[in-house]
C-alpha cells in the first residue's frame, strides 16, 4: 500500500500545511493561460514532478535522523519496528504512571507491581557511554533489554572557529549524574542496587586530558577528537618525520609508510599525541607540571575512571589496547608504548597511563565518586566508542562488519588477529583485547566525513526540511534521484578517497529536478560512499562481505537502509535496541566477570543478546542497475574533486598560528618561529575581517581550505 496520496501530488494547487519551510509546505502556484490555446511560460515548471507536501504523507512517522538511534529517548515508530517496548524488560502488565516524567524513561510503558516493597534482586550490567555531546547510563539484562538508563547532555566549548573543548569537570559531574539518576530509576522500578555486578566503560576517542598528579585537577579543557586547532603542527612533524625519522628497532626510519607501519595511523590533527604536543607547547601549567613530574596525560576513558576509583587518593591511572591504539604512541604489534615514537614527539613515558586490557577487572567504584548505589560495584570493560559498536553488533569474527551513521559515519571490519595494512588510506586500529594477554582483534576502519550532518545542512542550511524526519517522506516521494547525485564534500573527501582539496557538489540538475531529488541524493550519498570503503576492504582482506550491521541516527530511517542494500549489494540488519556503543562496553565487563556465560570469544554464547525486532533489509535492484547507480557516483566524484588550491592549507596554518598569538596562547617552544614569521599583510579585506571575528571569540564554520581530519 503506498502512503502517498498520488492524486494530491499530481495537483499544483493543493492547499499545505503551515509551515517555515517552503519546499515542504508550500503548493506550487496555478499557472493559467491567458487566452485560448495560449501556453503559460511556466507550463513547464508546473508540468513536471512535485515535492510532496506533509498533508499529503499517509504513511507512519520517521524518528529523528540526527538523533541517537535507538535511543529509549527516542523510541522507533516506523511501519517496520512500530515501537522499543520489547526494548525493554518488564514482567508486569500495569499502565505506567509516572515513569516519564522522570527524564529518559518515555520508552517504557509498565511497573513491577511490587515496586515500594521488598527489591527484588537480579543480574544486570551497566554501561557508562560519555559521547562527544553528551554522557549516558544503561543497565541491561541478559538478552541487552534495558533495565533503566539516563542521559545528560553537557557544554560544548568552541572558542574560535576549528577548536573544540570540553571542561573535563563536566564530564565527570556528566557521569555522576547519569549513574545516580538511573540508579534512583532502578529502584523506583522495584530492583536492588545490588542487582548492578559490573560497570563497562565507552568513550569519544582520541579527546585528549591532562590533570596534576597531585592534586587530581585538570591543568586545561580538554582537545575534543574532531578539533583541527593543530595543523601546523601535524605540518611541522609531517617534515620532521621525511627529514629525520624516528628510531625503529635501533635505526632510524623515515617517511609516512614507516608510521604507518607501525602505529597504522597517518599524521593527522585527529589523534592524541598531536594534541598533547599542542598542549605542552601552549599551556604553561601543562609543561610546568611535565618539568615536576606532575602531569598525567589521557584519553576520556582515562579521566572518567581515575575519577571512578579515587581520584588524587589513589585513582588508577590506565587506558585501555583500542583508545591507546587511537595516540599515536604505541606499537599495534605490541600493544606497547613506542620508545622511538615518544622521542619522536617529545613526550616523557612519565605523564603516560598504563595500558590495560577491553575485559578485566580494573578496580571498583570508590565512594568519593558520590555514587552511593554503586560503590564498590566492579569496572571490567574499558574500549573506545567505535570499536565498542563493533562488538555491540557481535561483529566479532573475521569477515563481519558494522557501519555508525551518525554526524559522519565510521564502517569498521573485523579482521580477527591479523594487522592488515591499507594500501588505500584506511586506518588499522585494535578492535578489542578480550582480556590480559589474550590475543588482541584487530580491525580496519574507514570514516565517512558527512552522513547525518548533510542532513542537518538540508535542515539549517538550505531550509529543504523543517525536521529531520521529513527525509522519509520527501525522498521517497519520488522512485530515484533524476539523475541527480551530491557529493557531500563539505569538508574534502575522506576513506577512499583522500583528497582534501574536494569540495561538496550537487551535480545532474535538470529543470526536471525537485527538492525531493536532492534530499533522495543526499540518503544516496552515504551509502554510496559506504560501499566505496567496502570495496577497498573487501580487496585489502580478501573477505567478501554478505551482510552489514548498522546503529546511529541515520539508521532510522527506513529508505536509507533499503538504499544501502541496493546500492551495496549485501544484506543489511538493524536491530530494534540500537545502543550498540553502550552494549559493546556491557559485553566486554559481562565477559570479564564471567555474567550470564557470555564469552566474547565464542560468539554462540551471546545468540539470545539484542535479538528482537531485528529488522533485514536485503537488495531490491539489478545487478545492472546498481553498477549504473554506482558508475554515476564515481563520475560525479570525479567533478568534485581537485577543487581547492594547494595555498588553502598553508593559509589555514597562518591563521591558526595567529589566533594564538592574538589570545595570549604563543606556542612555548615548537612552532614559535613559525608564529613570528607570519605576516598579516598577506591577508586580503575578506580573510583579515574573518579573522578578526575569530579572534575575538565568535564561533562559526572555518572559511579556509581543508582540515587534517581523518
Not at 588505500?424 to 583485547?433: E, I, K, R
Request: net charge negative; glycine share 10%; charged share 25%.
Amino acid at each position: 500500500m503506498s502512503h502517498y496520496n498520488e492524486s494530491a501530488v499530481e495537483s499544483p494547487s493543493s492547499t499545505p500545511a503551515s509551515s517555515r519551510r517552503p519546499s515542504i509546505a508550500m503548493p506550487r502556484p496555478s499557472y493559467t493561460s491567458g487566452g485560448s490555446g495560449g501556453l503559460s511560460r511556466r507550463s513547464s515548471y508546473a508540468s513536471g514532478p512535485r515535492p510532496i507536501t506533509r498533508n499529503e504523507y499517509s504513511g507512519p512517522p520517521t524518528p529523528s535522523l540526527l538523533s541517537r538511534a535507538g535511543s529509549p529517548t527516542q523510541p522507533l515508530a516506523n511501519e517496520k519496528v512500530a515501537s522499543r517496548k520489547s526494548s525493554f524488560a518488564s514482567d508486569a502488565g500495569l499502565p505506567h504512571p509516572v515513569l516519564g516524567k522522570l527524564g529518559g524513561l518515555g520508552g517504557f510503558s509498565t511497573i513491577d507491581p511490587n515496586a515500594g516493597k521488598e527489591l527484588k534482586r537480579g543480574e544486570f550490567i551497566a554501561s557508562l557511554d560519555c559521547g562527544t555531546t553528551s554522557t549516558r547510563f544503561i543497565v541491561f539484562d541478559e538478552h541487552a533489554k534495558i533495565i533503566t538508563e539516563h542521559q545528560t547532555e553537557f557544554d560544548q566549548i568552541l572558542p574560535h572557529a576549528g577548536w573544540h573543548e570540553h571542561d573535563p569537570e563536566a564530564l565527570v559531574e556528566a557521569m555522576r549524574e547519569c549513574m545516580n539518576r538511573a540508579m534512583y530509576k532502578l529502584e523506583f522500578l522495584g530492583w536492588h542496587r545490588d542487582s548492578v555486578k559490573g560497570i563497562g566503560i565507552t568513550n569519544q576517542r582520541e579527546t585528549t586530558l591532562c590533570w596534576s598528579r597531585k592534586t587530581g585537577a585538570p591543568l586545561c579543557n580538554a582537545i575534543v577528537w574532531d578539533d583541527t586547532r593543530t595543523v601546523a603542527v601535524v605540518r611541522q612533524f609531517e617534515d620532521k618525520l621525511d627529514a629525520e625519522g624516528f628510531e625503529l628497532d635501533g635505526a632510524f626510519v623515515k617517511g609516512k609508510d614507516a608510521l604507518v607501519s607501525l602505529t597504522g595511523l597517518p599524521l593527522s590533527t585527529y589523534f592524541s599525541a598531536i594534541k598533547l604536543r599542542w598542549m605542552l607547547d601552549h599551556h604553561q601549567a601543562v609543561r610546568d607540571a611535565d618539568d615536576a613530574g606532575d602531569l598525567c596525560f589521557g584519553t576520556v576513558d582515562s579521566w572518567l575512571v581515575y575519577n571512578l576509583t579515587g581520584a588524587a587518593d589513589g585513582g588508577l591511572h590506565i587506558i585501555d589496547a583500542t583508545n591507546a591504539s587511537r595516540t599515536l604512541l604505541i606499537s599495534l604489534k605490541t600493544l606497547n608504548w613506542h620508545t622511538g615514537l615518544l622521542a619522536f614527539f617529545g613526550i616523557s613515558d612519565k605523564v603516560l597511563p598504563k595500558i590495560v586490557s577491553s575485559a578485566e577487572v580494573y578496580g571498583k567504584v570508590a565512594a568519593s565518586m558520590g555514587v552511593e548505589a554503586l560503590t564498590g560495584v566492579p569496572i571490567a570493560g574499558i574500549v573506545g566508542d567505535q570499536q565498542a559498536a563493533l562488538v555491540g553488533n557481535k561483529c566479532l569474527q573475521r569477515g563481519d562488519a558494522k557501519n555508525t551513521y551518525g554526524t559522519g559515519a565510521f564502517m569498521l571490519f573485523n579482521t580477527g588477529d591479523e594487522i592488515v595494512k591499507s594500501d588505500n588510506g584506511l586506518l588499522t586500529t585494535v578492535a578489542y583485547q578480550p582480556g590480559p594477554g589474550a590475543k588482541p582483534v584487530y580491525a580496519l576502519e574507514g570514516s565517512i566525513a558527512v552522513a547525518g550532518s548533510a542532513i542537518k545542512w538540508l535542515r539549517d542550511q538550505v531550509n529543504l526540511i523543517e525536521e529531520s524526519r521529513e527525509m522519509d517522506m520527501l525522498a521517497g516521494s519520488v522512485e530515484d534521484t533524476g539523475g541527480v547525485y551530491f557529493v557531500t564534500a563539505f569538508a574534502g573527501l575522506l576513506a577512499p578517497y583522500w583528497d582534501r582539496s574536494a569540495t561538496g557538489t550537487i551535480i545532474g540538475l535538470t529543470s526536471y529536478s525537485t527538492s525531493a531529488h536532492i534530499a533522495r541524493a543526499t540518503l544516496e550519498a552515504v551509502c554510496f560512499q559506504s560501499r566505496a570503503v567496502l570495496d577497498v576492504i573487501e580487496r585489502e582482506v580478501g573477505v567478501k562481505l554478505d551482510t552489514l550491521k548498522v546503529d546511529g541516527g541515520v539508521t532510522n530511517s527506513d529508505l536509507a537502509m533499503q538504499l544501502q542494500a541496493d546500492i551495496g549489494g549485501f544484506k543489511v540488519v538493524r536491530p530494534s535496541m540500537r545502543e550498540s556503543t553502550a552494549l559493546g562496553s556491557a559485553l566486554l565487563a559481562g565477559h570479564a566477570l564471567g555474567l550470564f556465560g557470555w564469552d566474547v570469544n565464542n560468539p554462540e554464547t551471546l545468540r539470545a543478546v539484542n535479538t528482537a525486532d531485528t529488522q533485514l533489509f536485503t537488495p531490491a535492484i539489478s545487478e545492472r542497475k546498481r553498477a549504473k547507480m554506482r558508475r554515476g557516483w564515481e563520475r560525479a566524484v570525479s567533478r568534485a574533486r581537485a577543487w581547492h588550491e594547494g595555498d588553502d592549507e598553508l593559509e589555514l596554518e597562518e591563521r591558526e598560528l595567529l589566533i594564538e598569538r592574538n589570545v595570549g596562547l604563543e606556542a612555548l617552544s615548537l612552532g614559535a618561529a613559525v608564529a613570528e614569521n607570519v605576516d598579516e599583510s598577506t591577508l586580503d579585506r575578506e580573510e583579515a575581517a574573518a579573522l578578526r571575528k575569530a579572534v575575538e571569540g565568535v564561533t562559526g564554520e572555518r572559511e579556509w581550505g581543508q582540515d587534517n581530519r581523518v
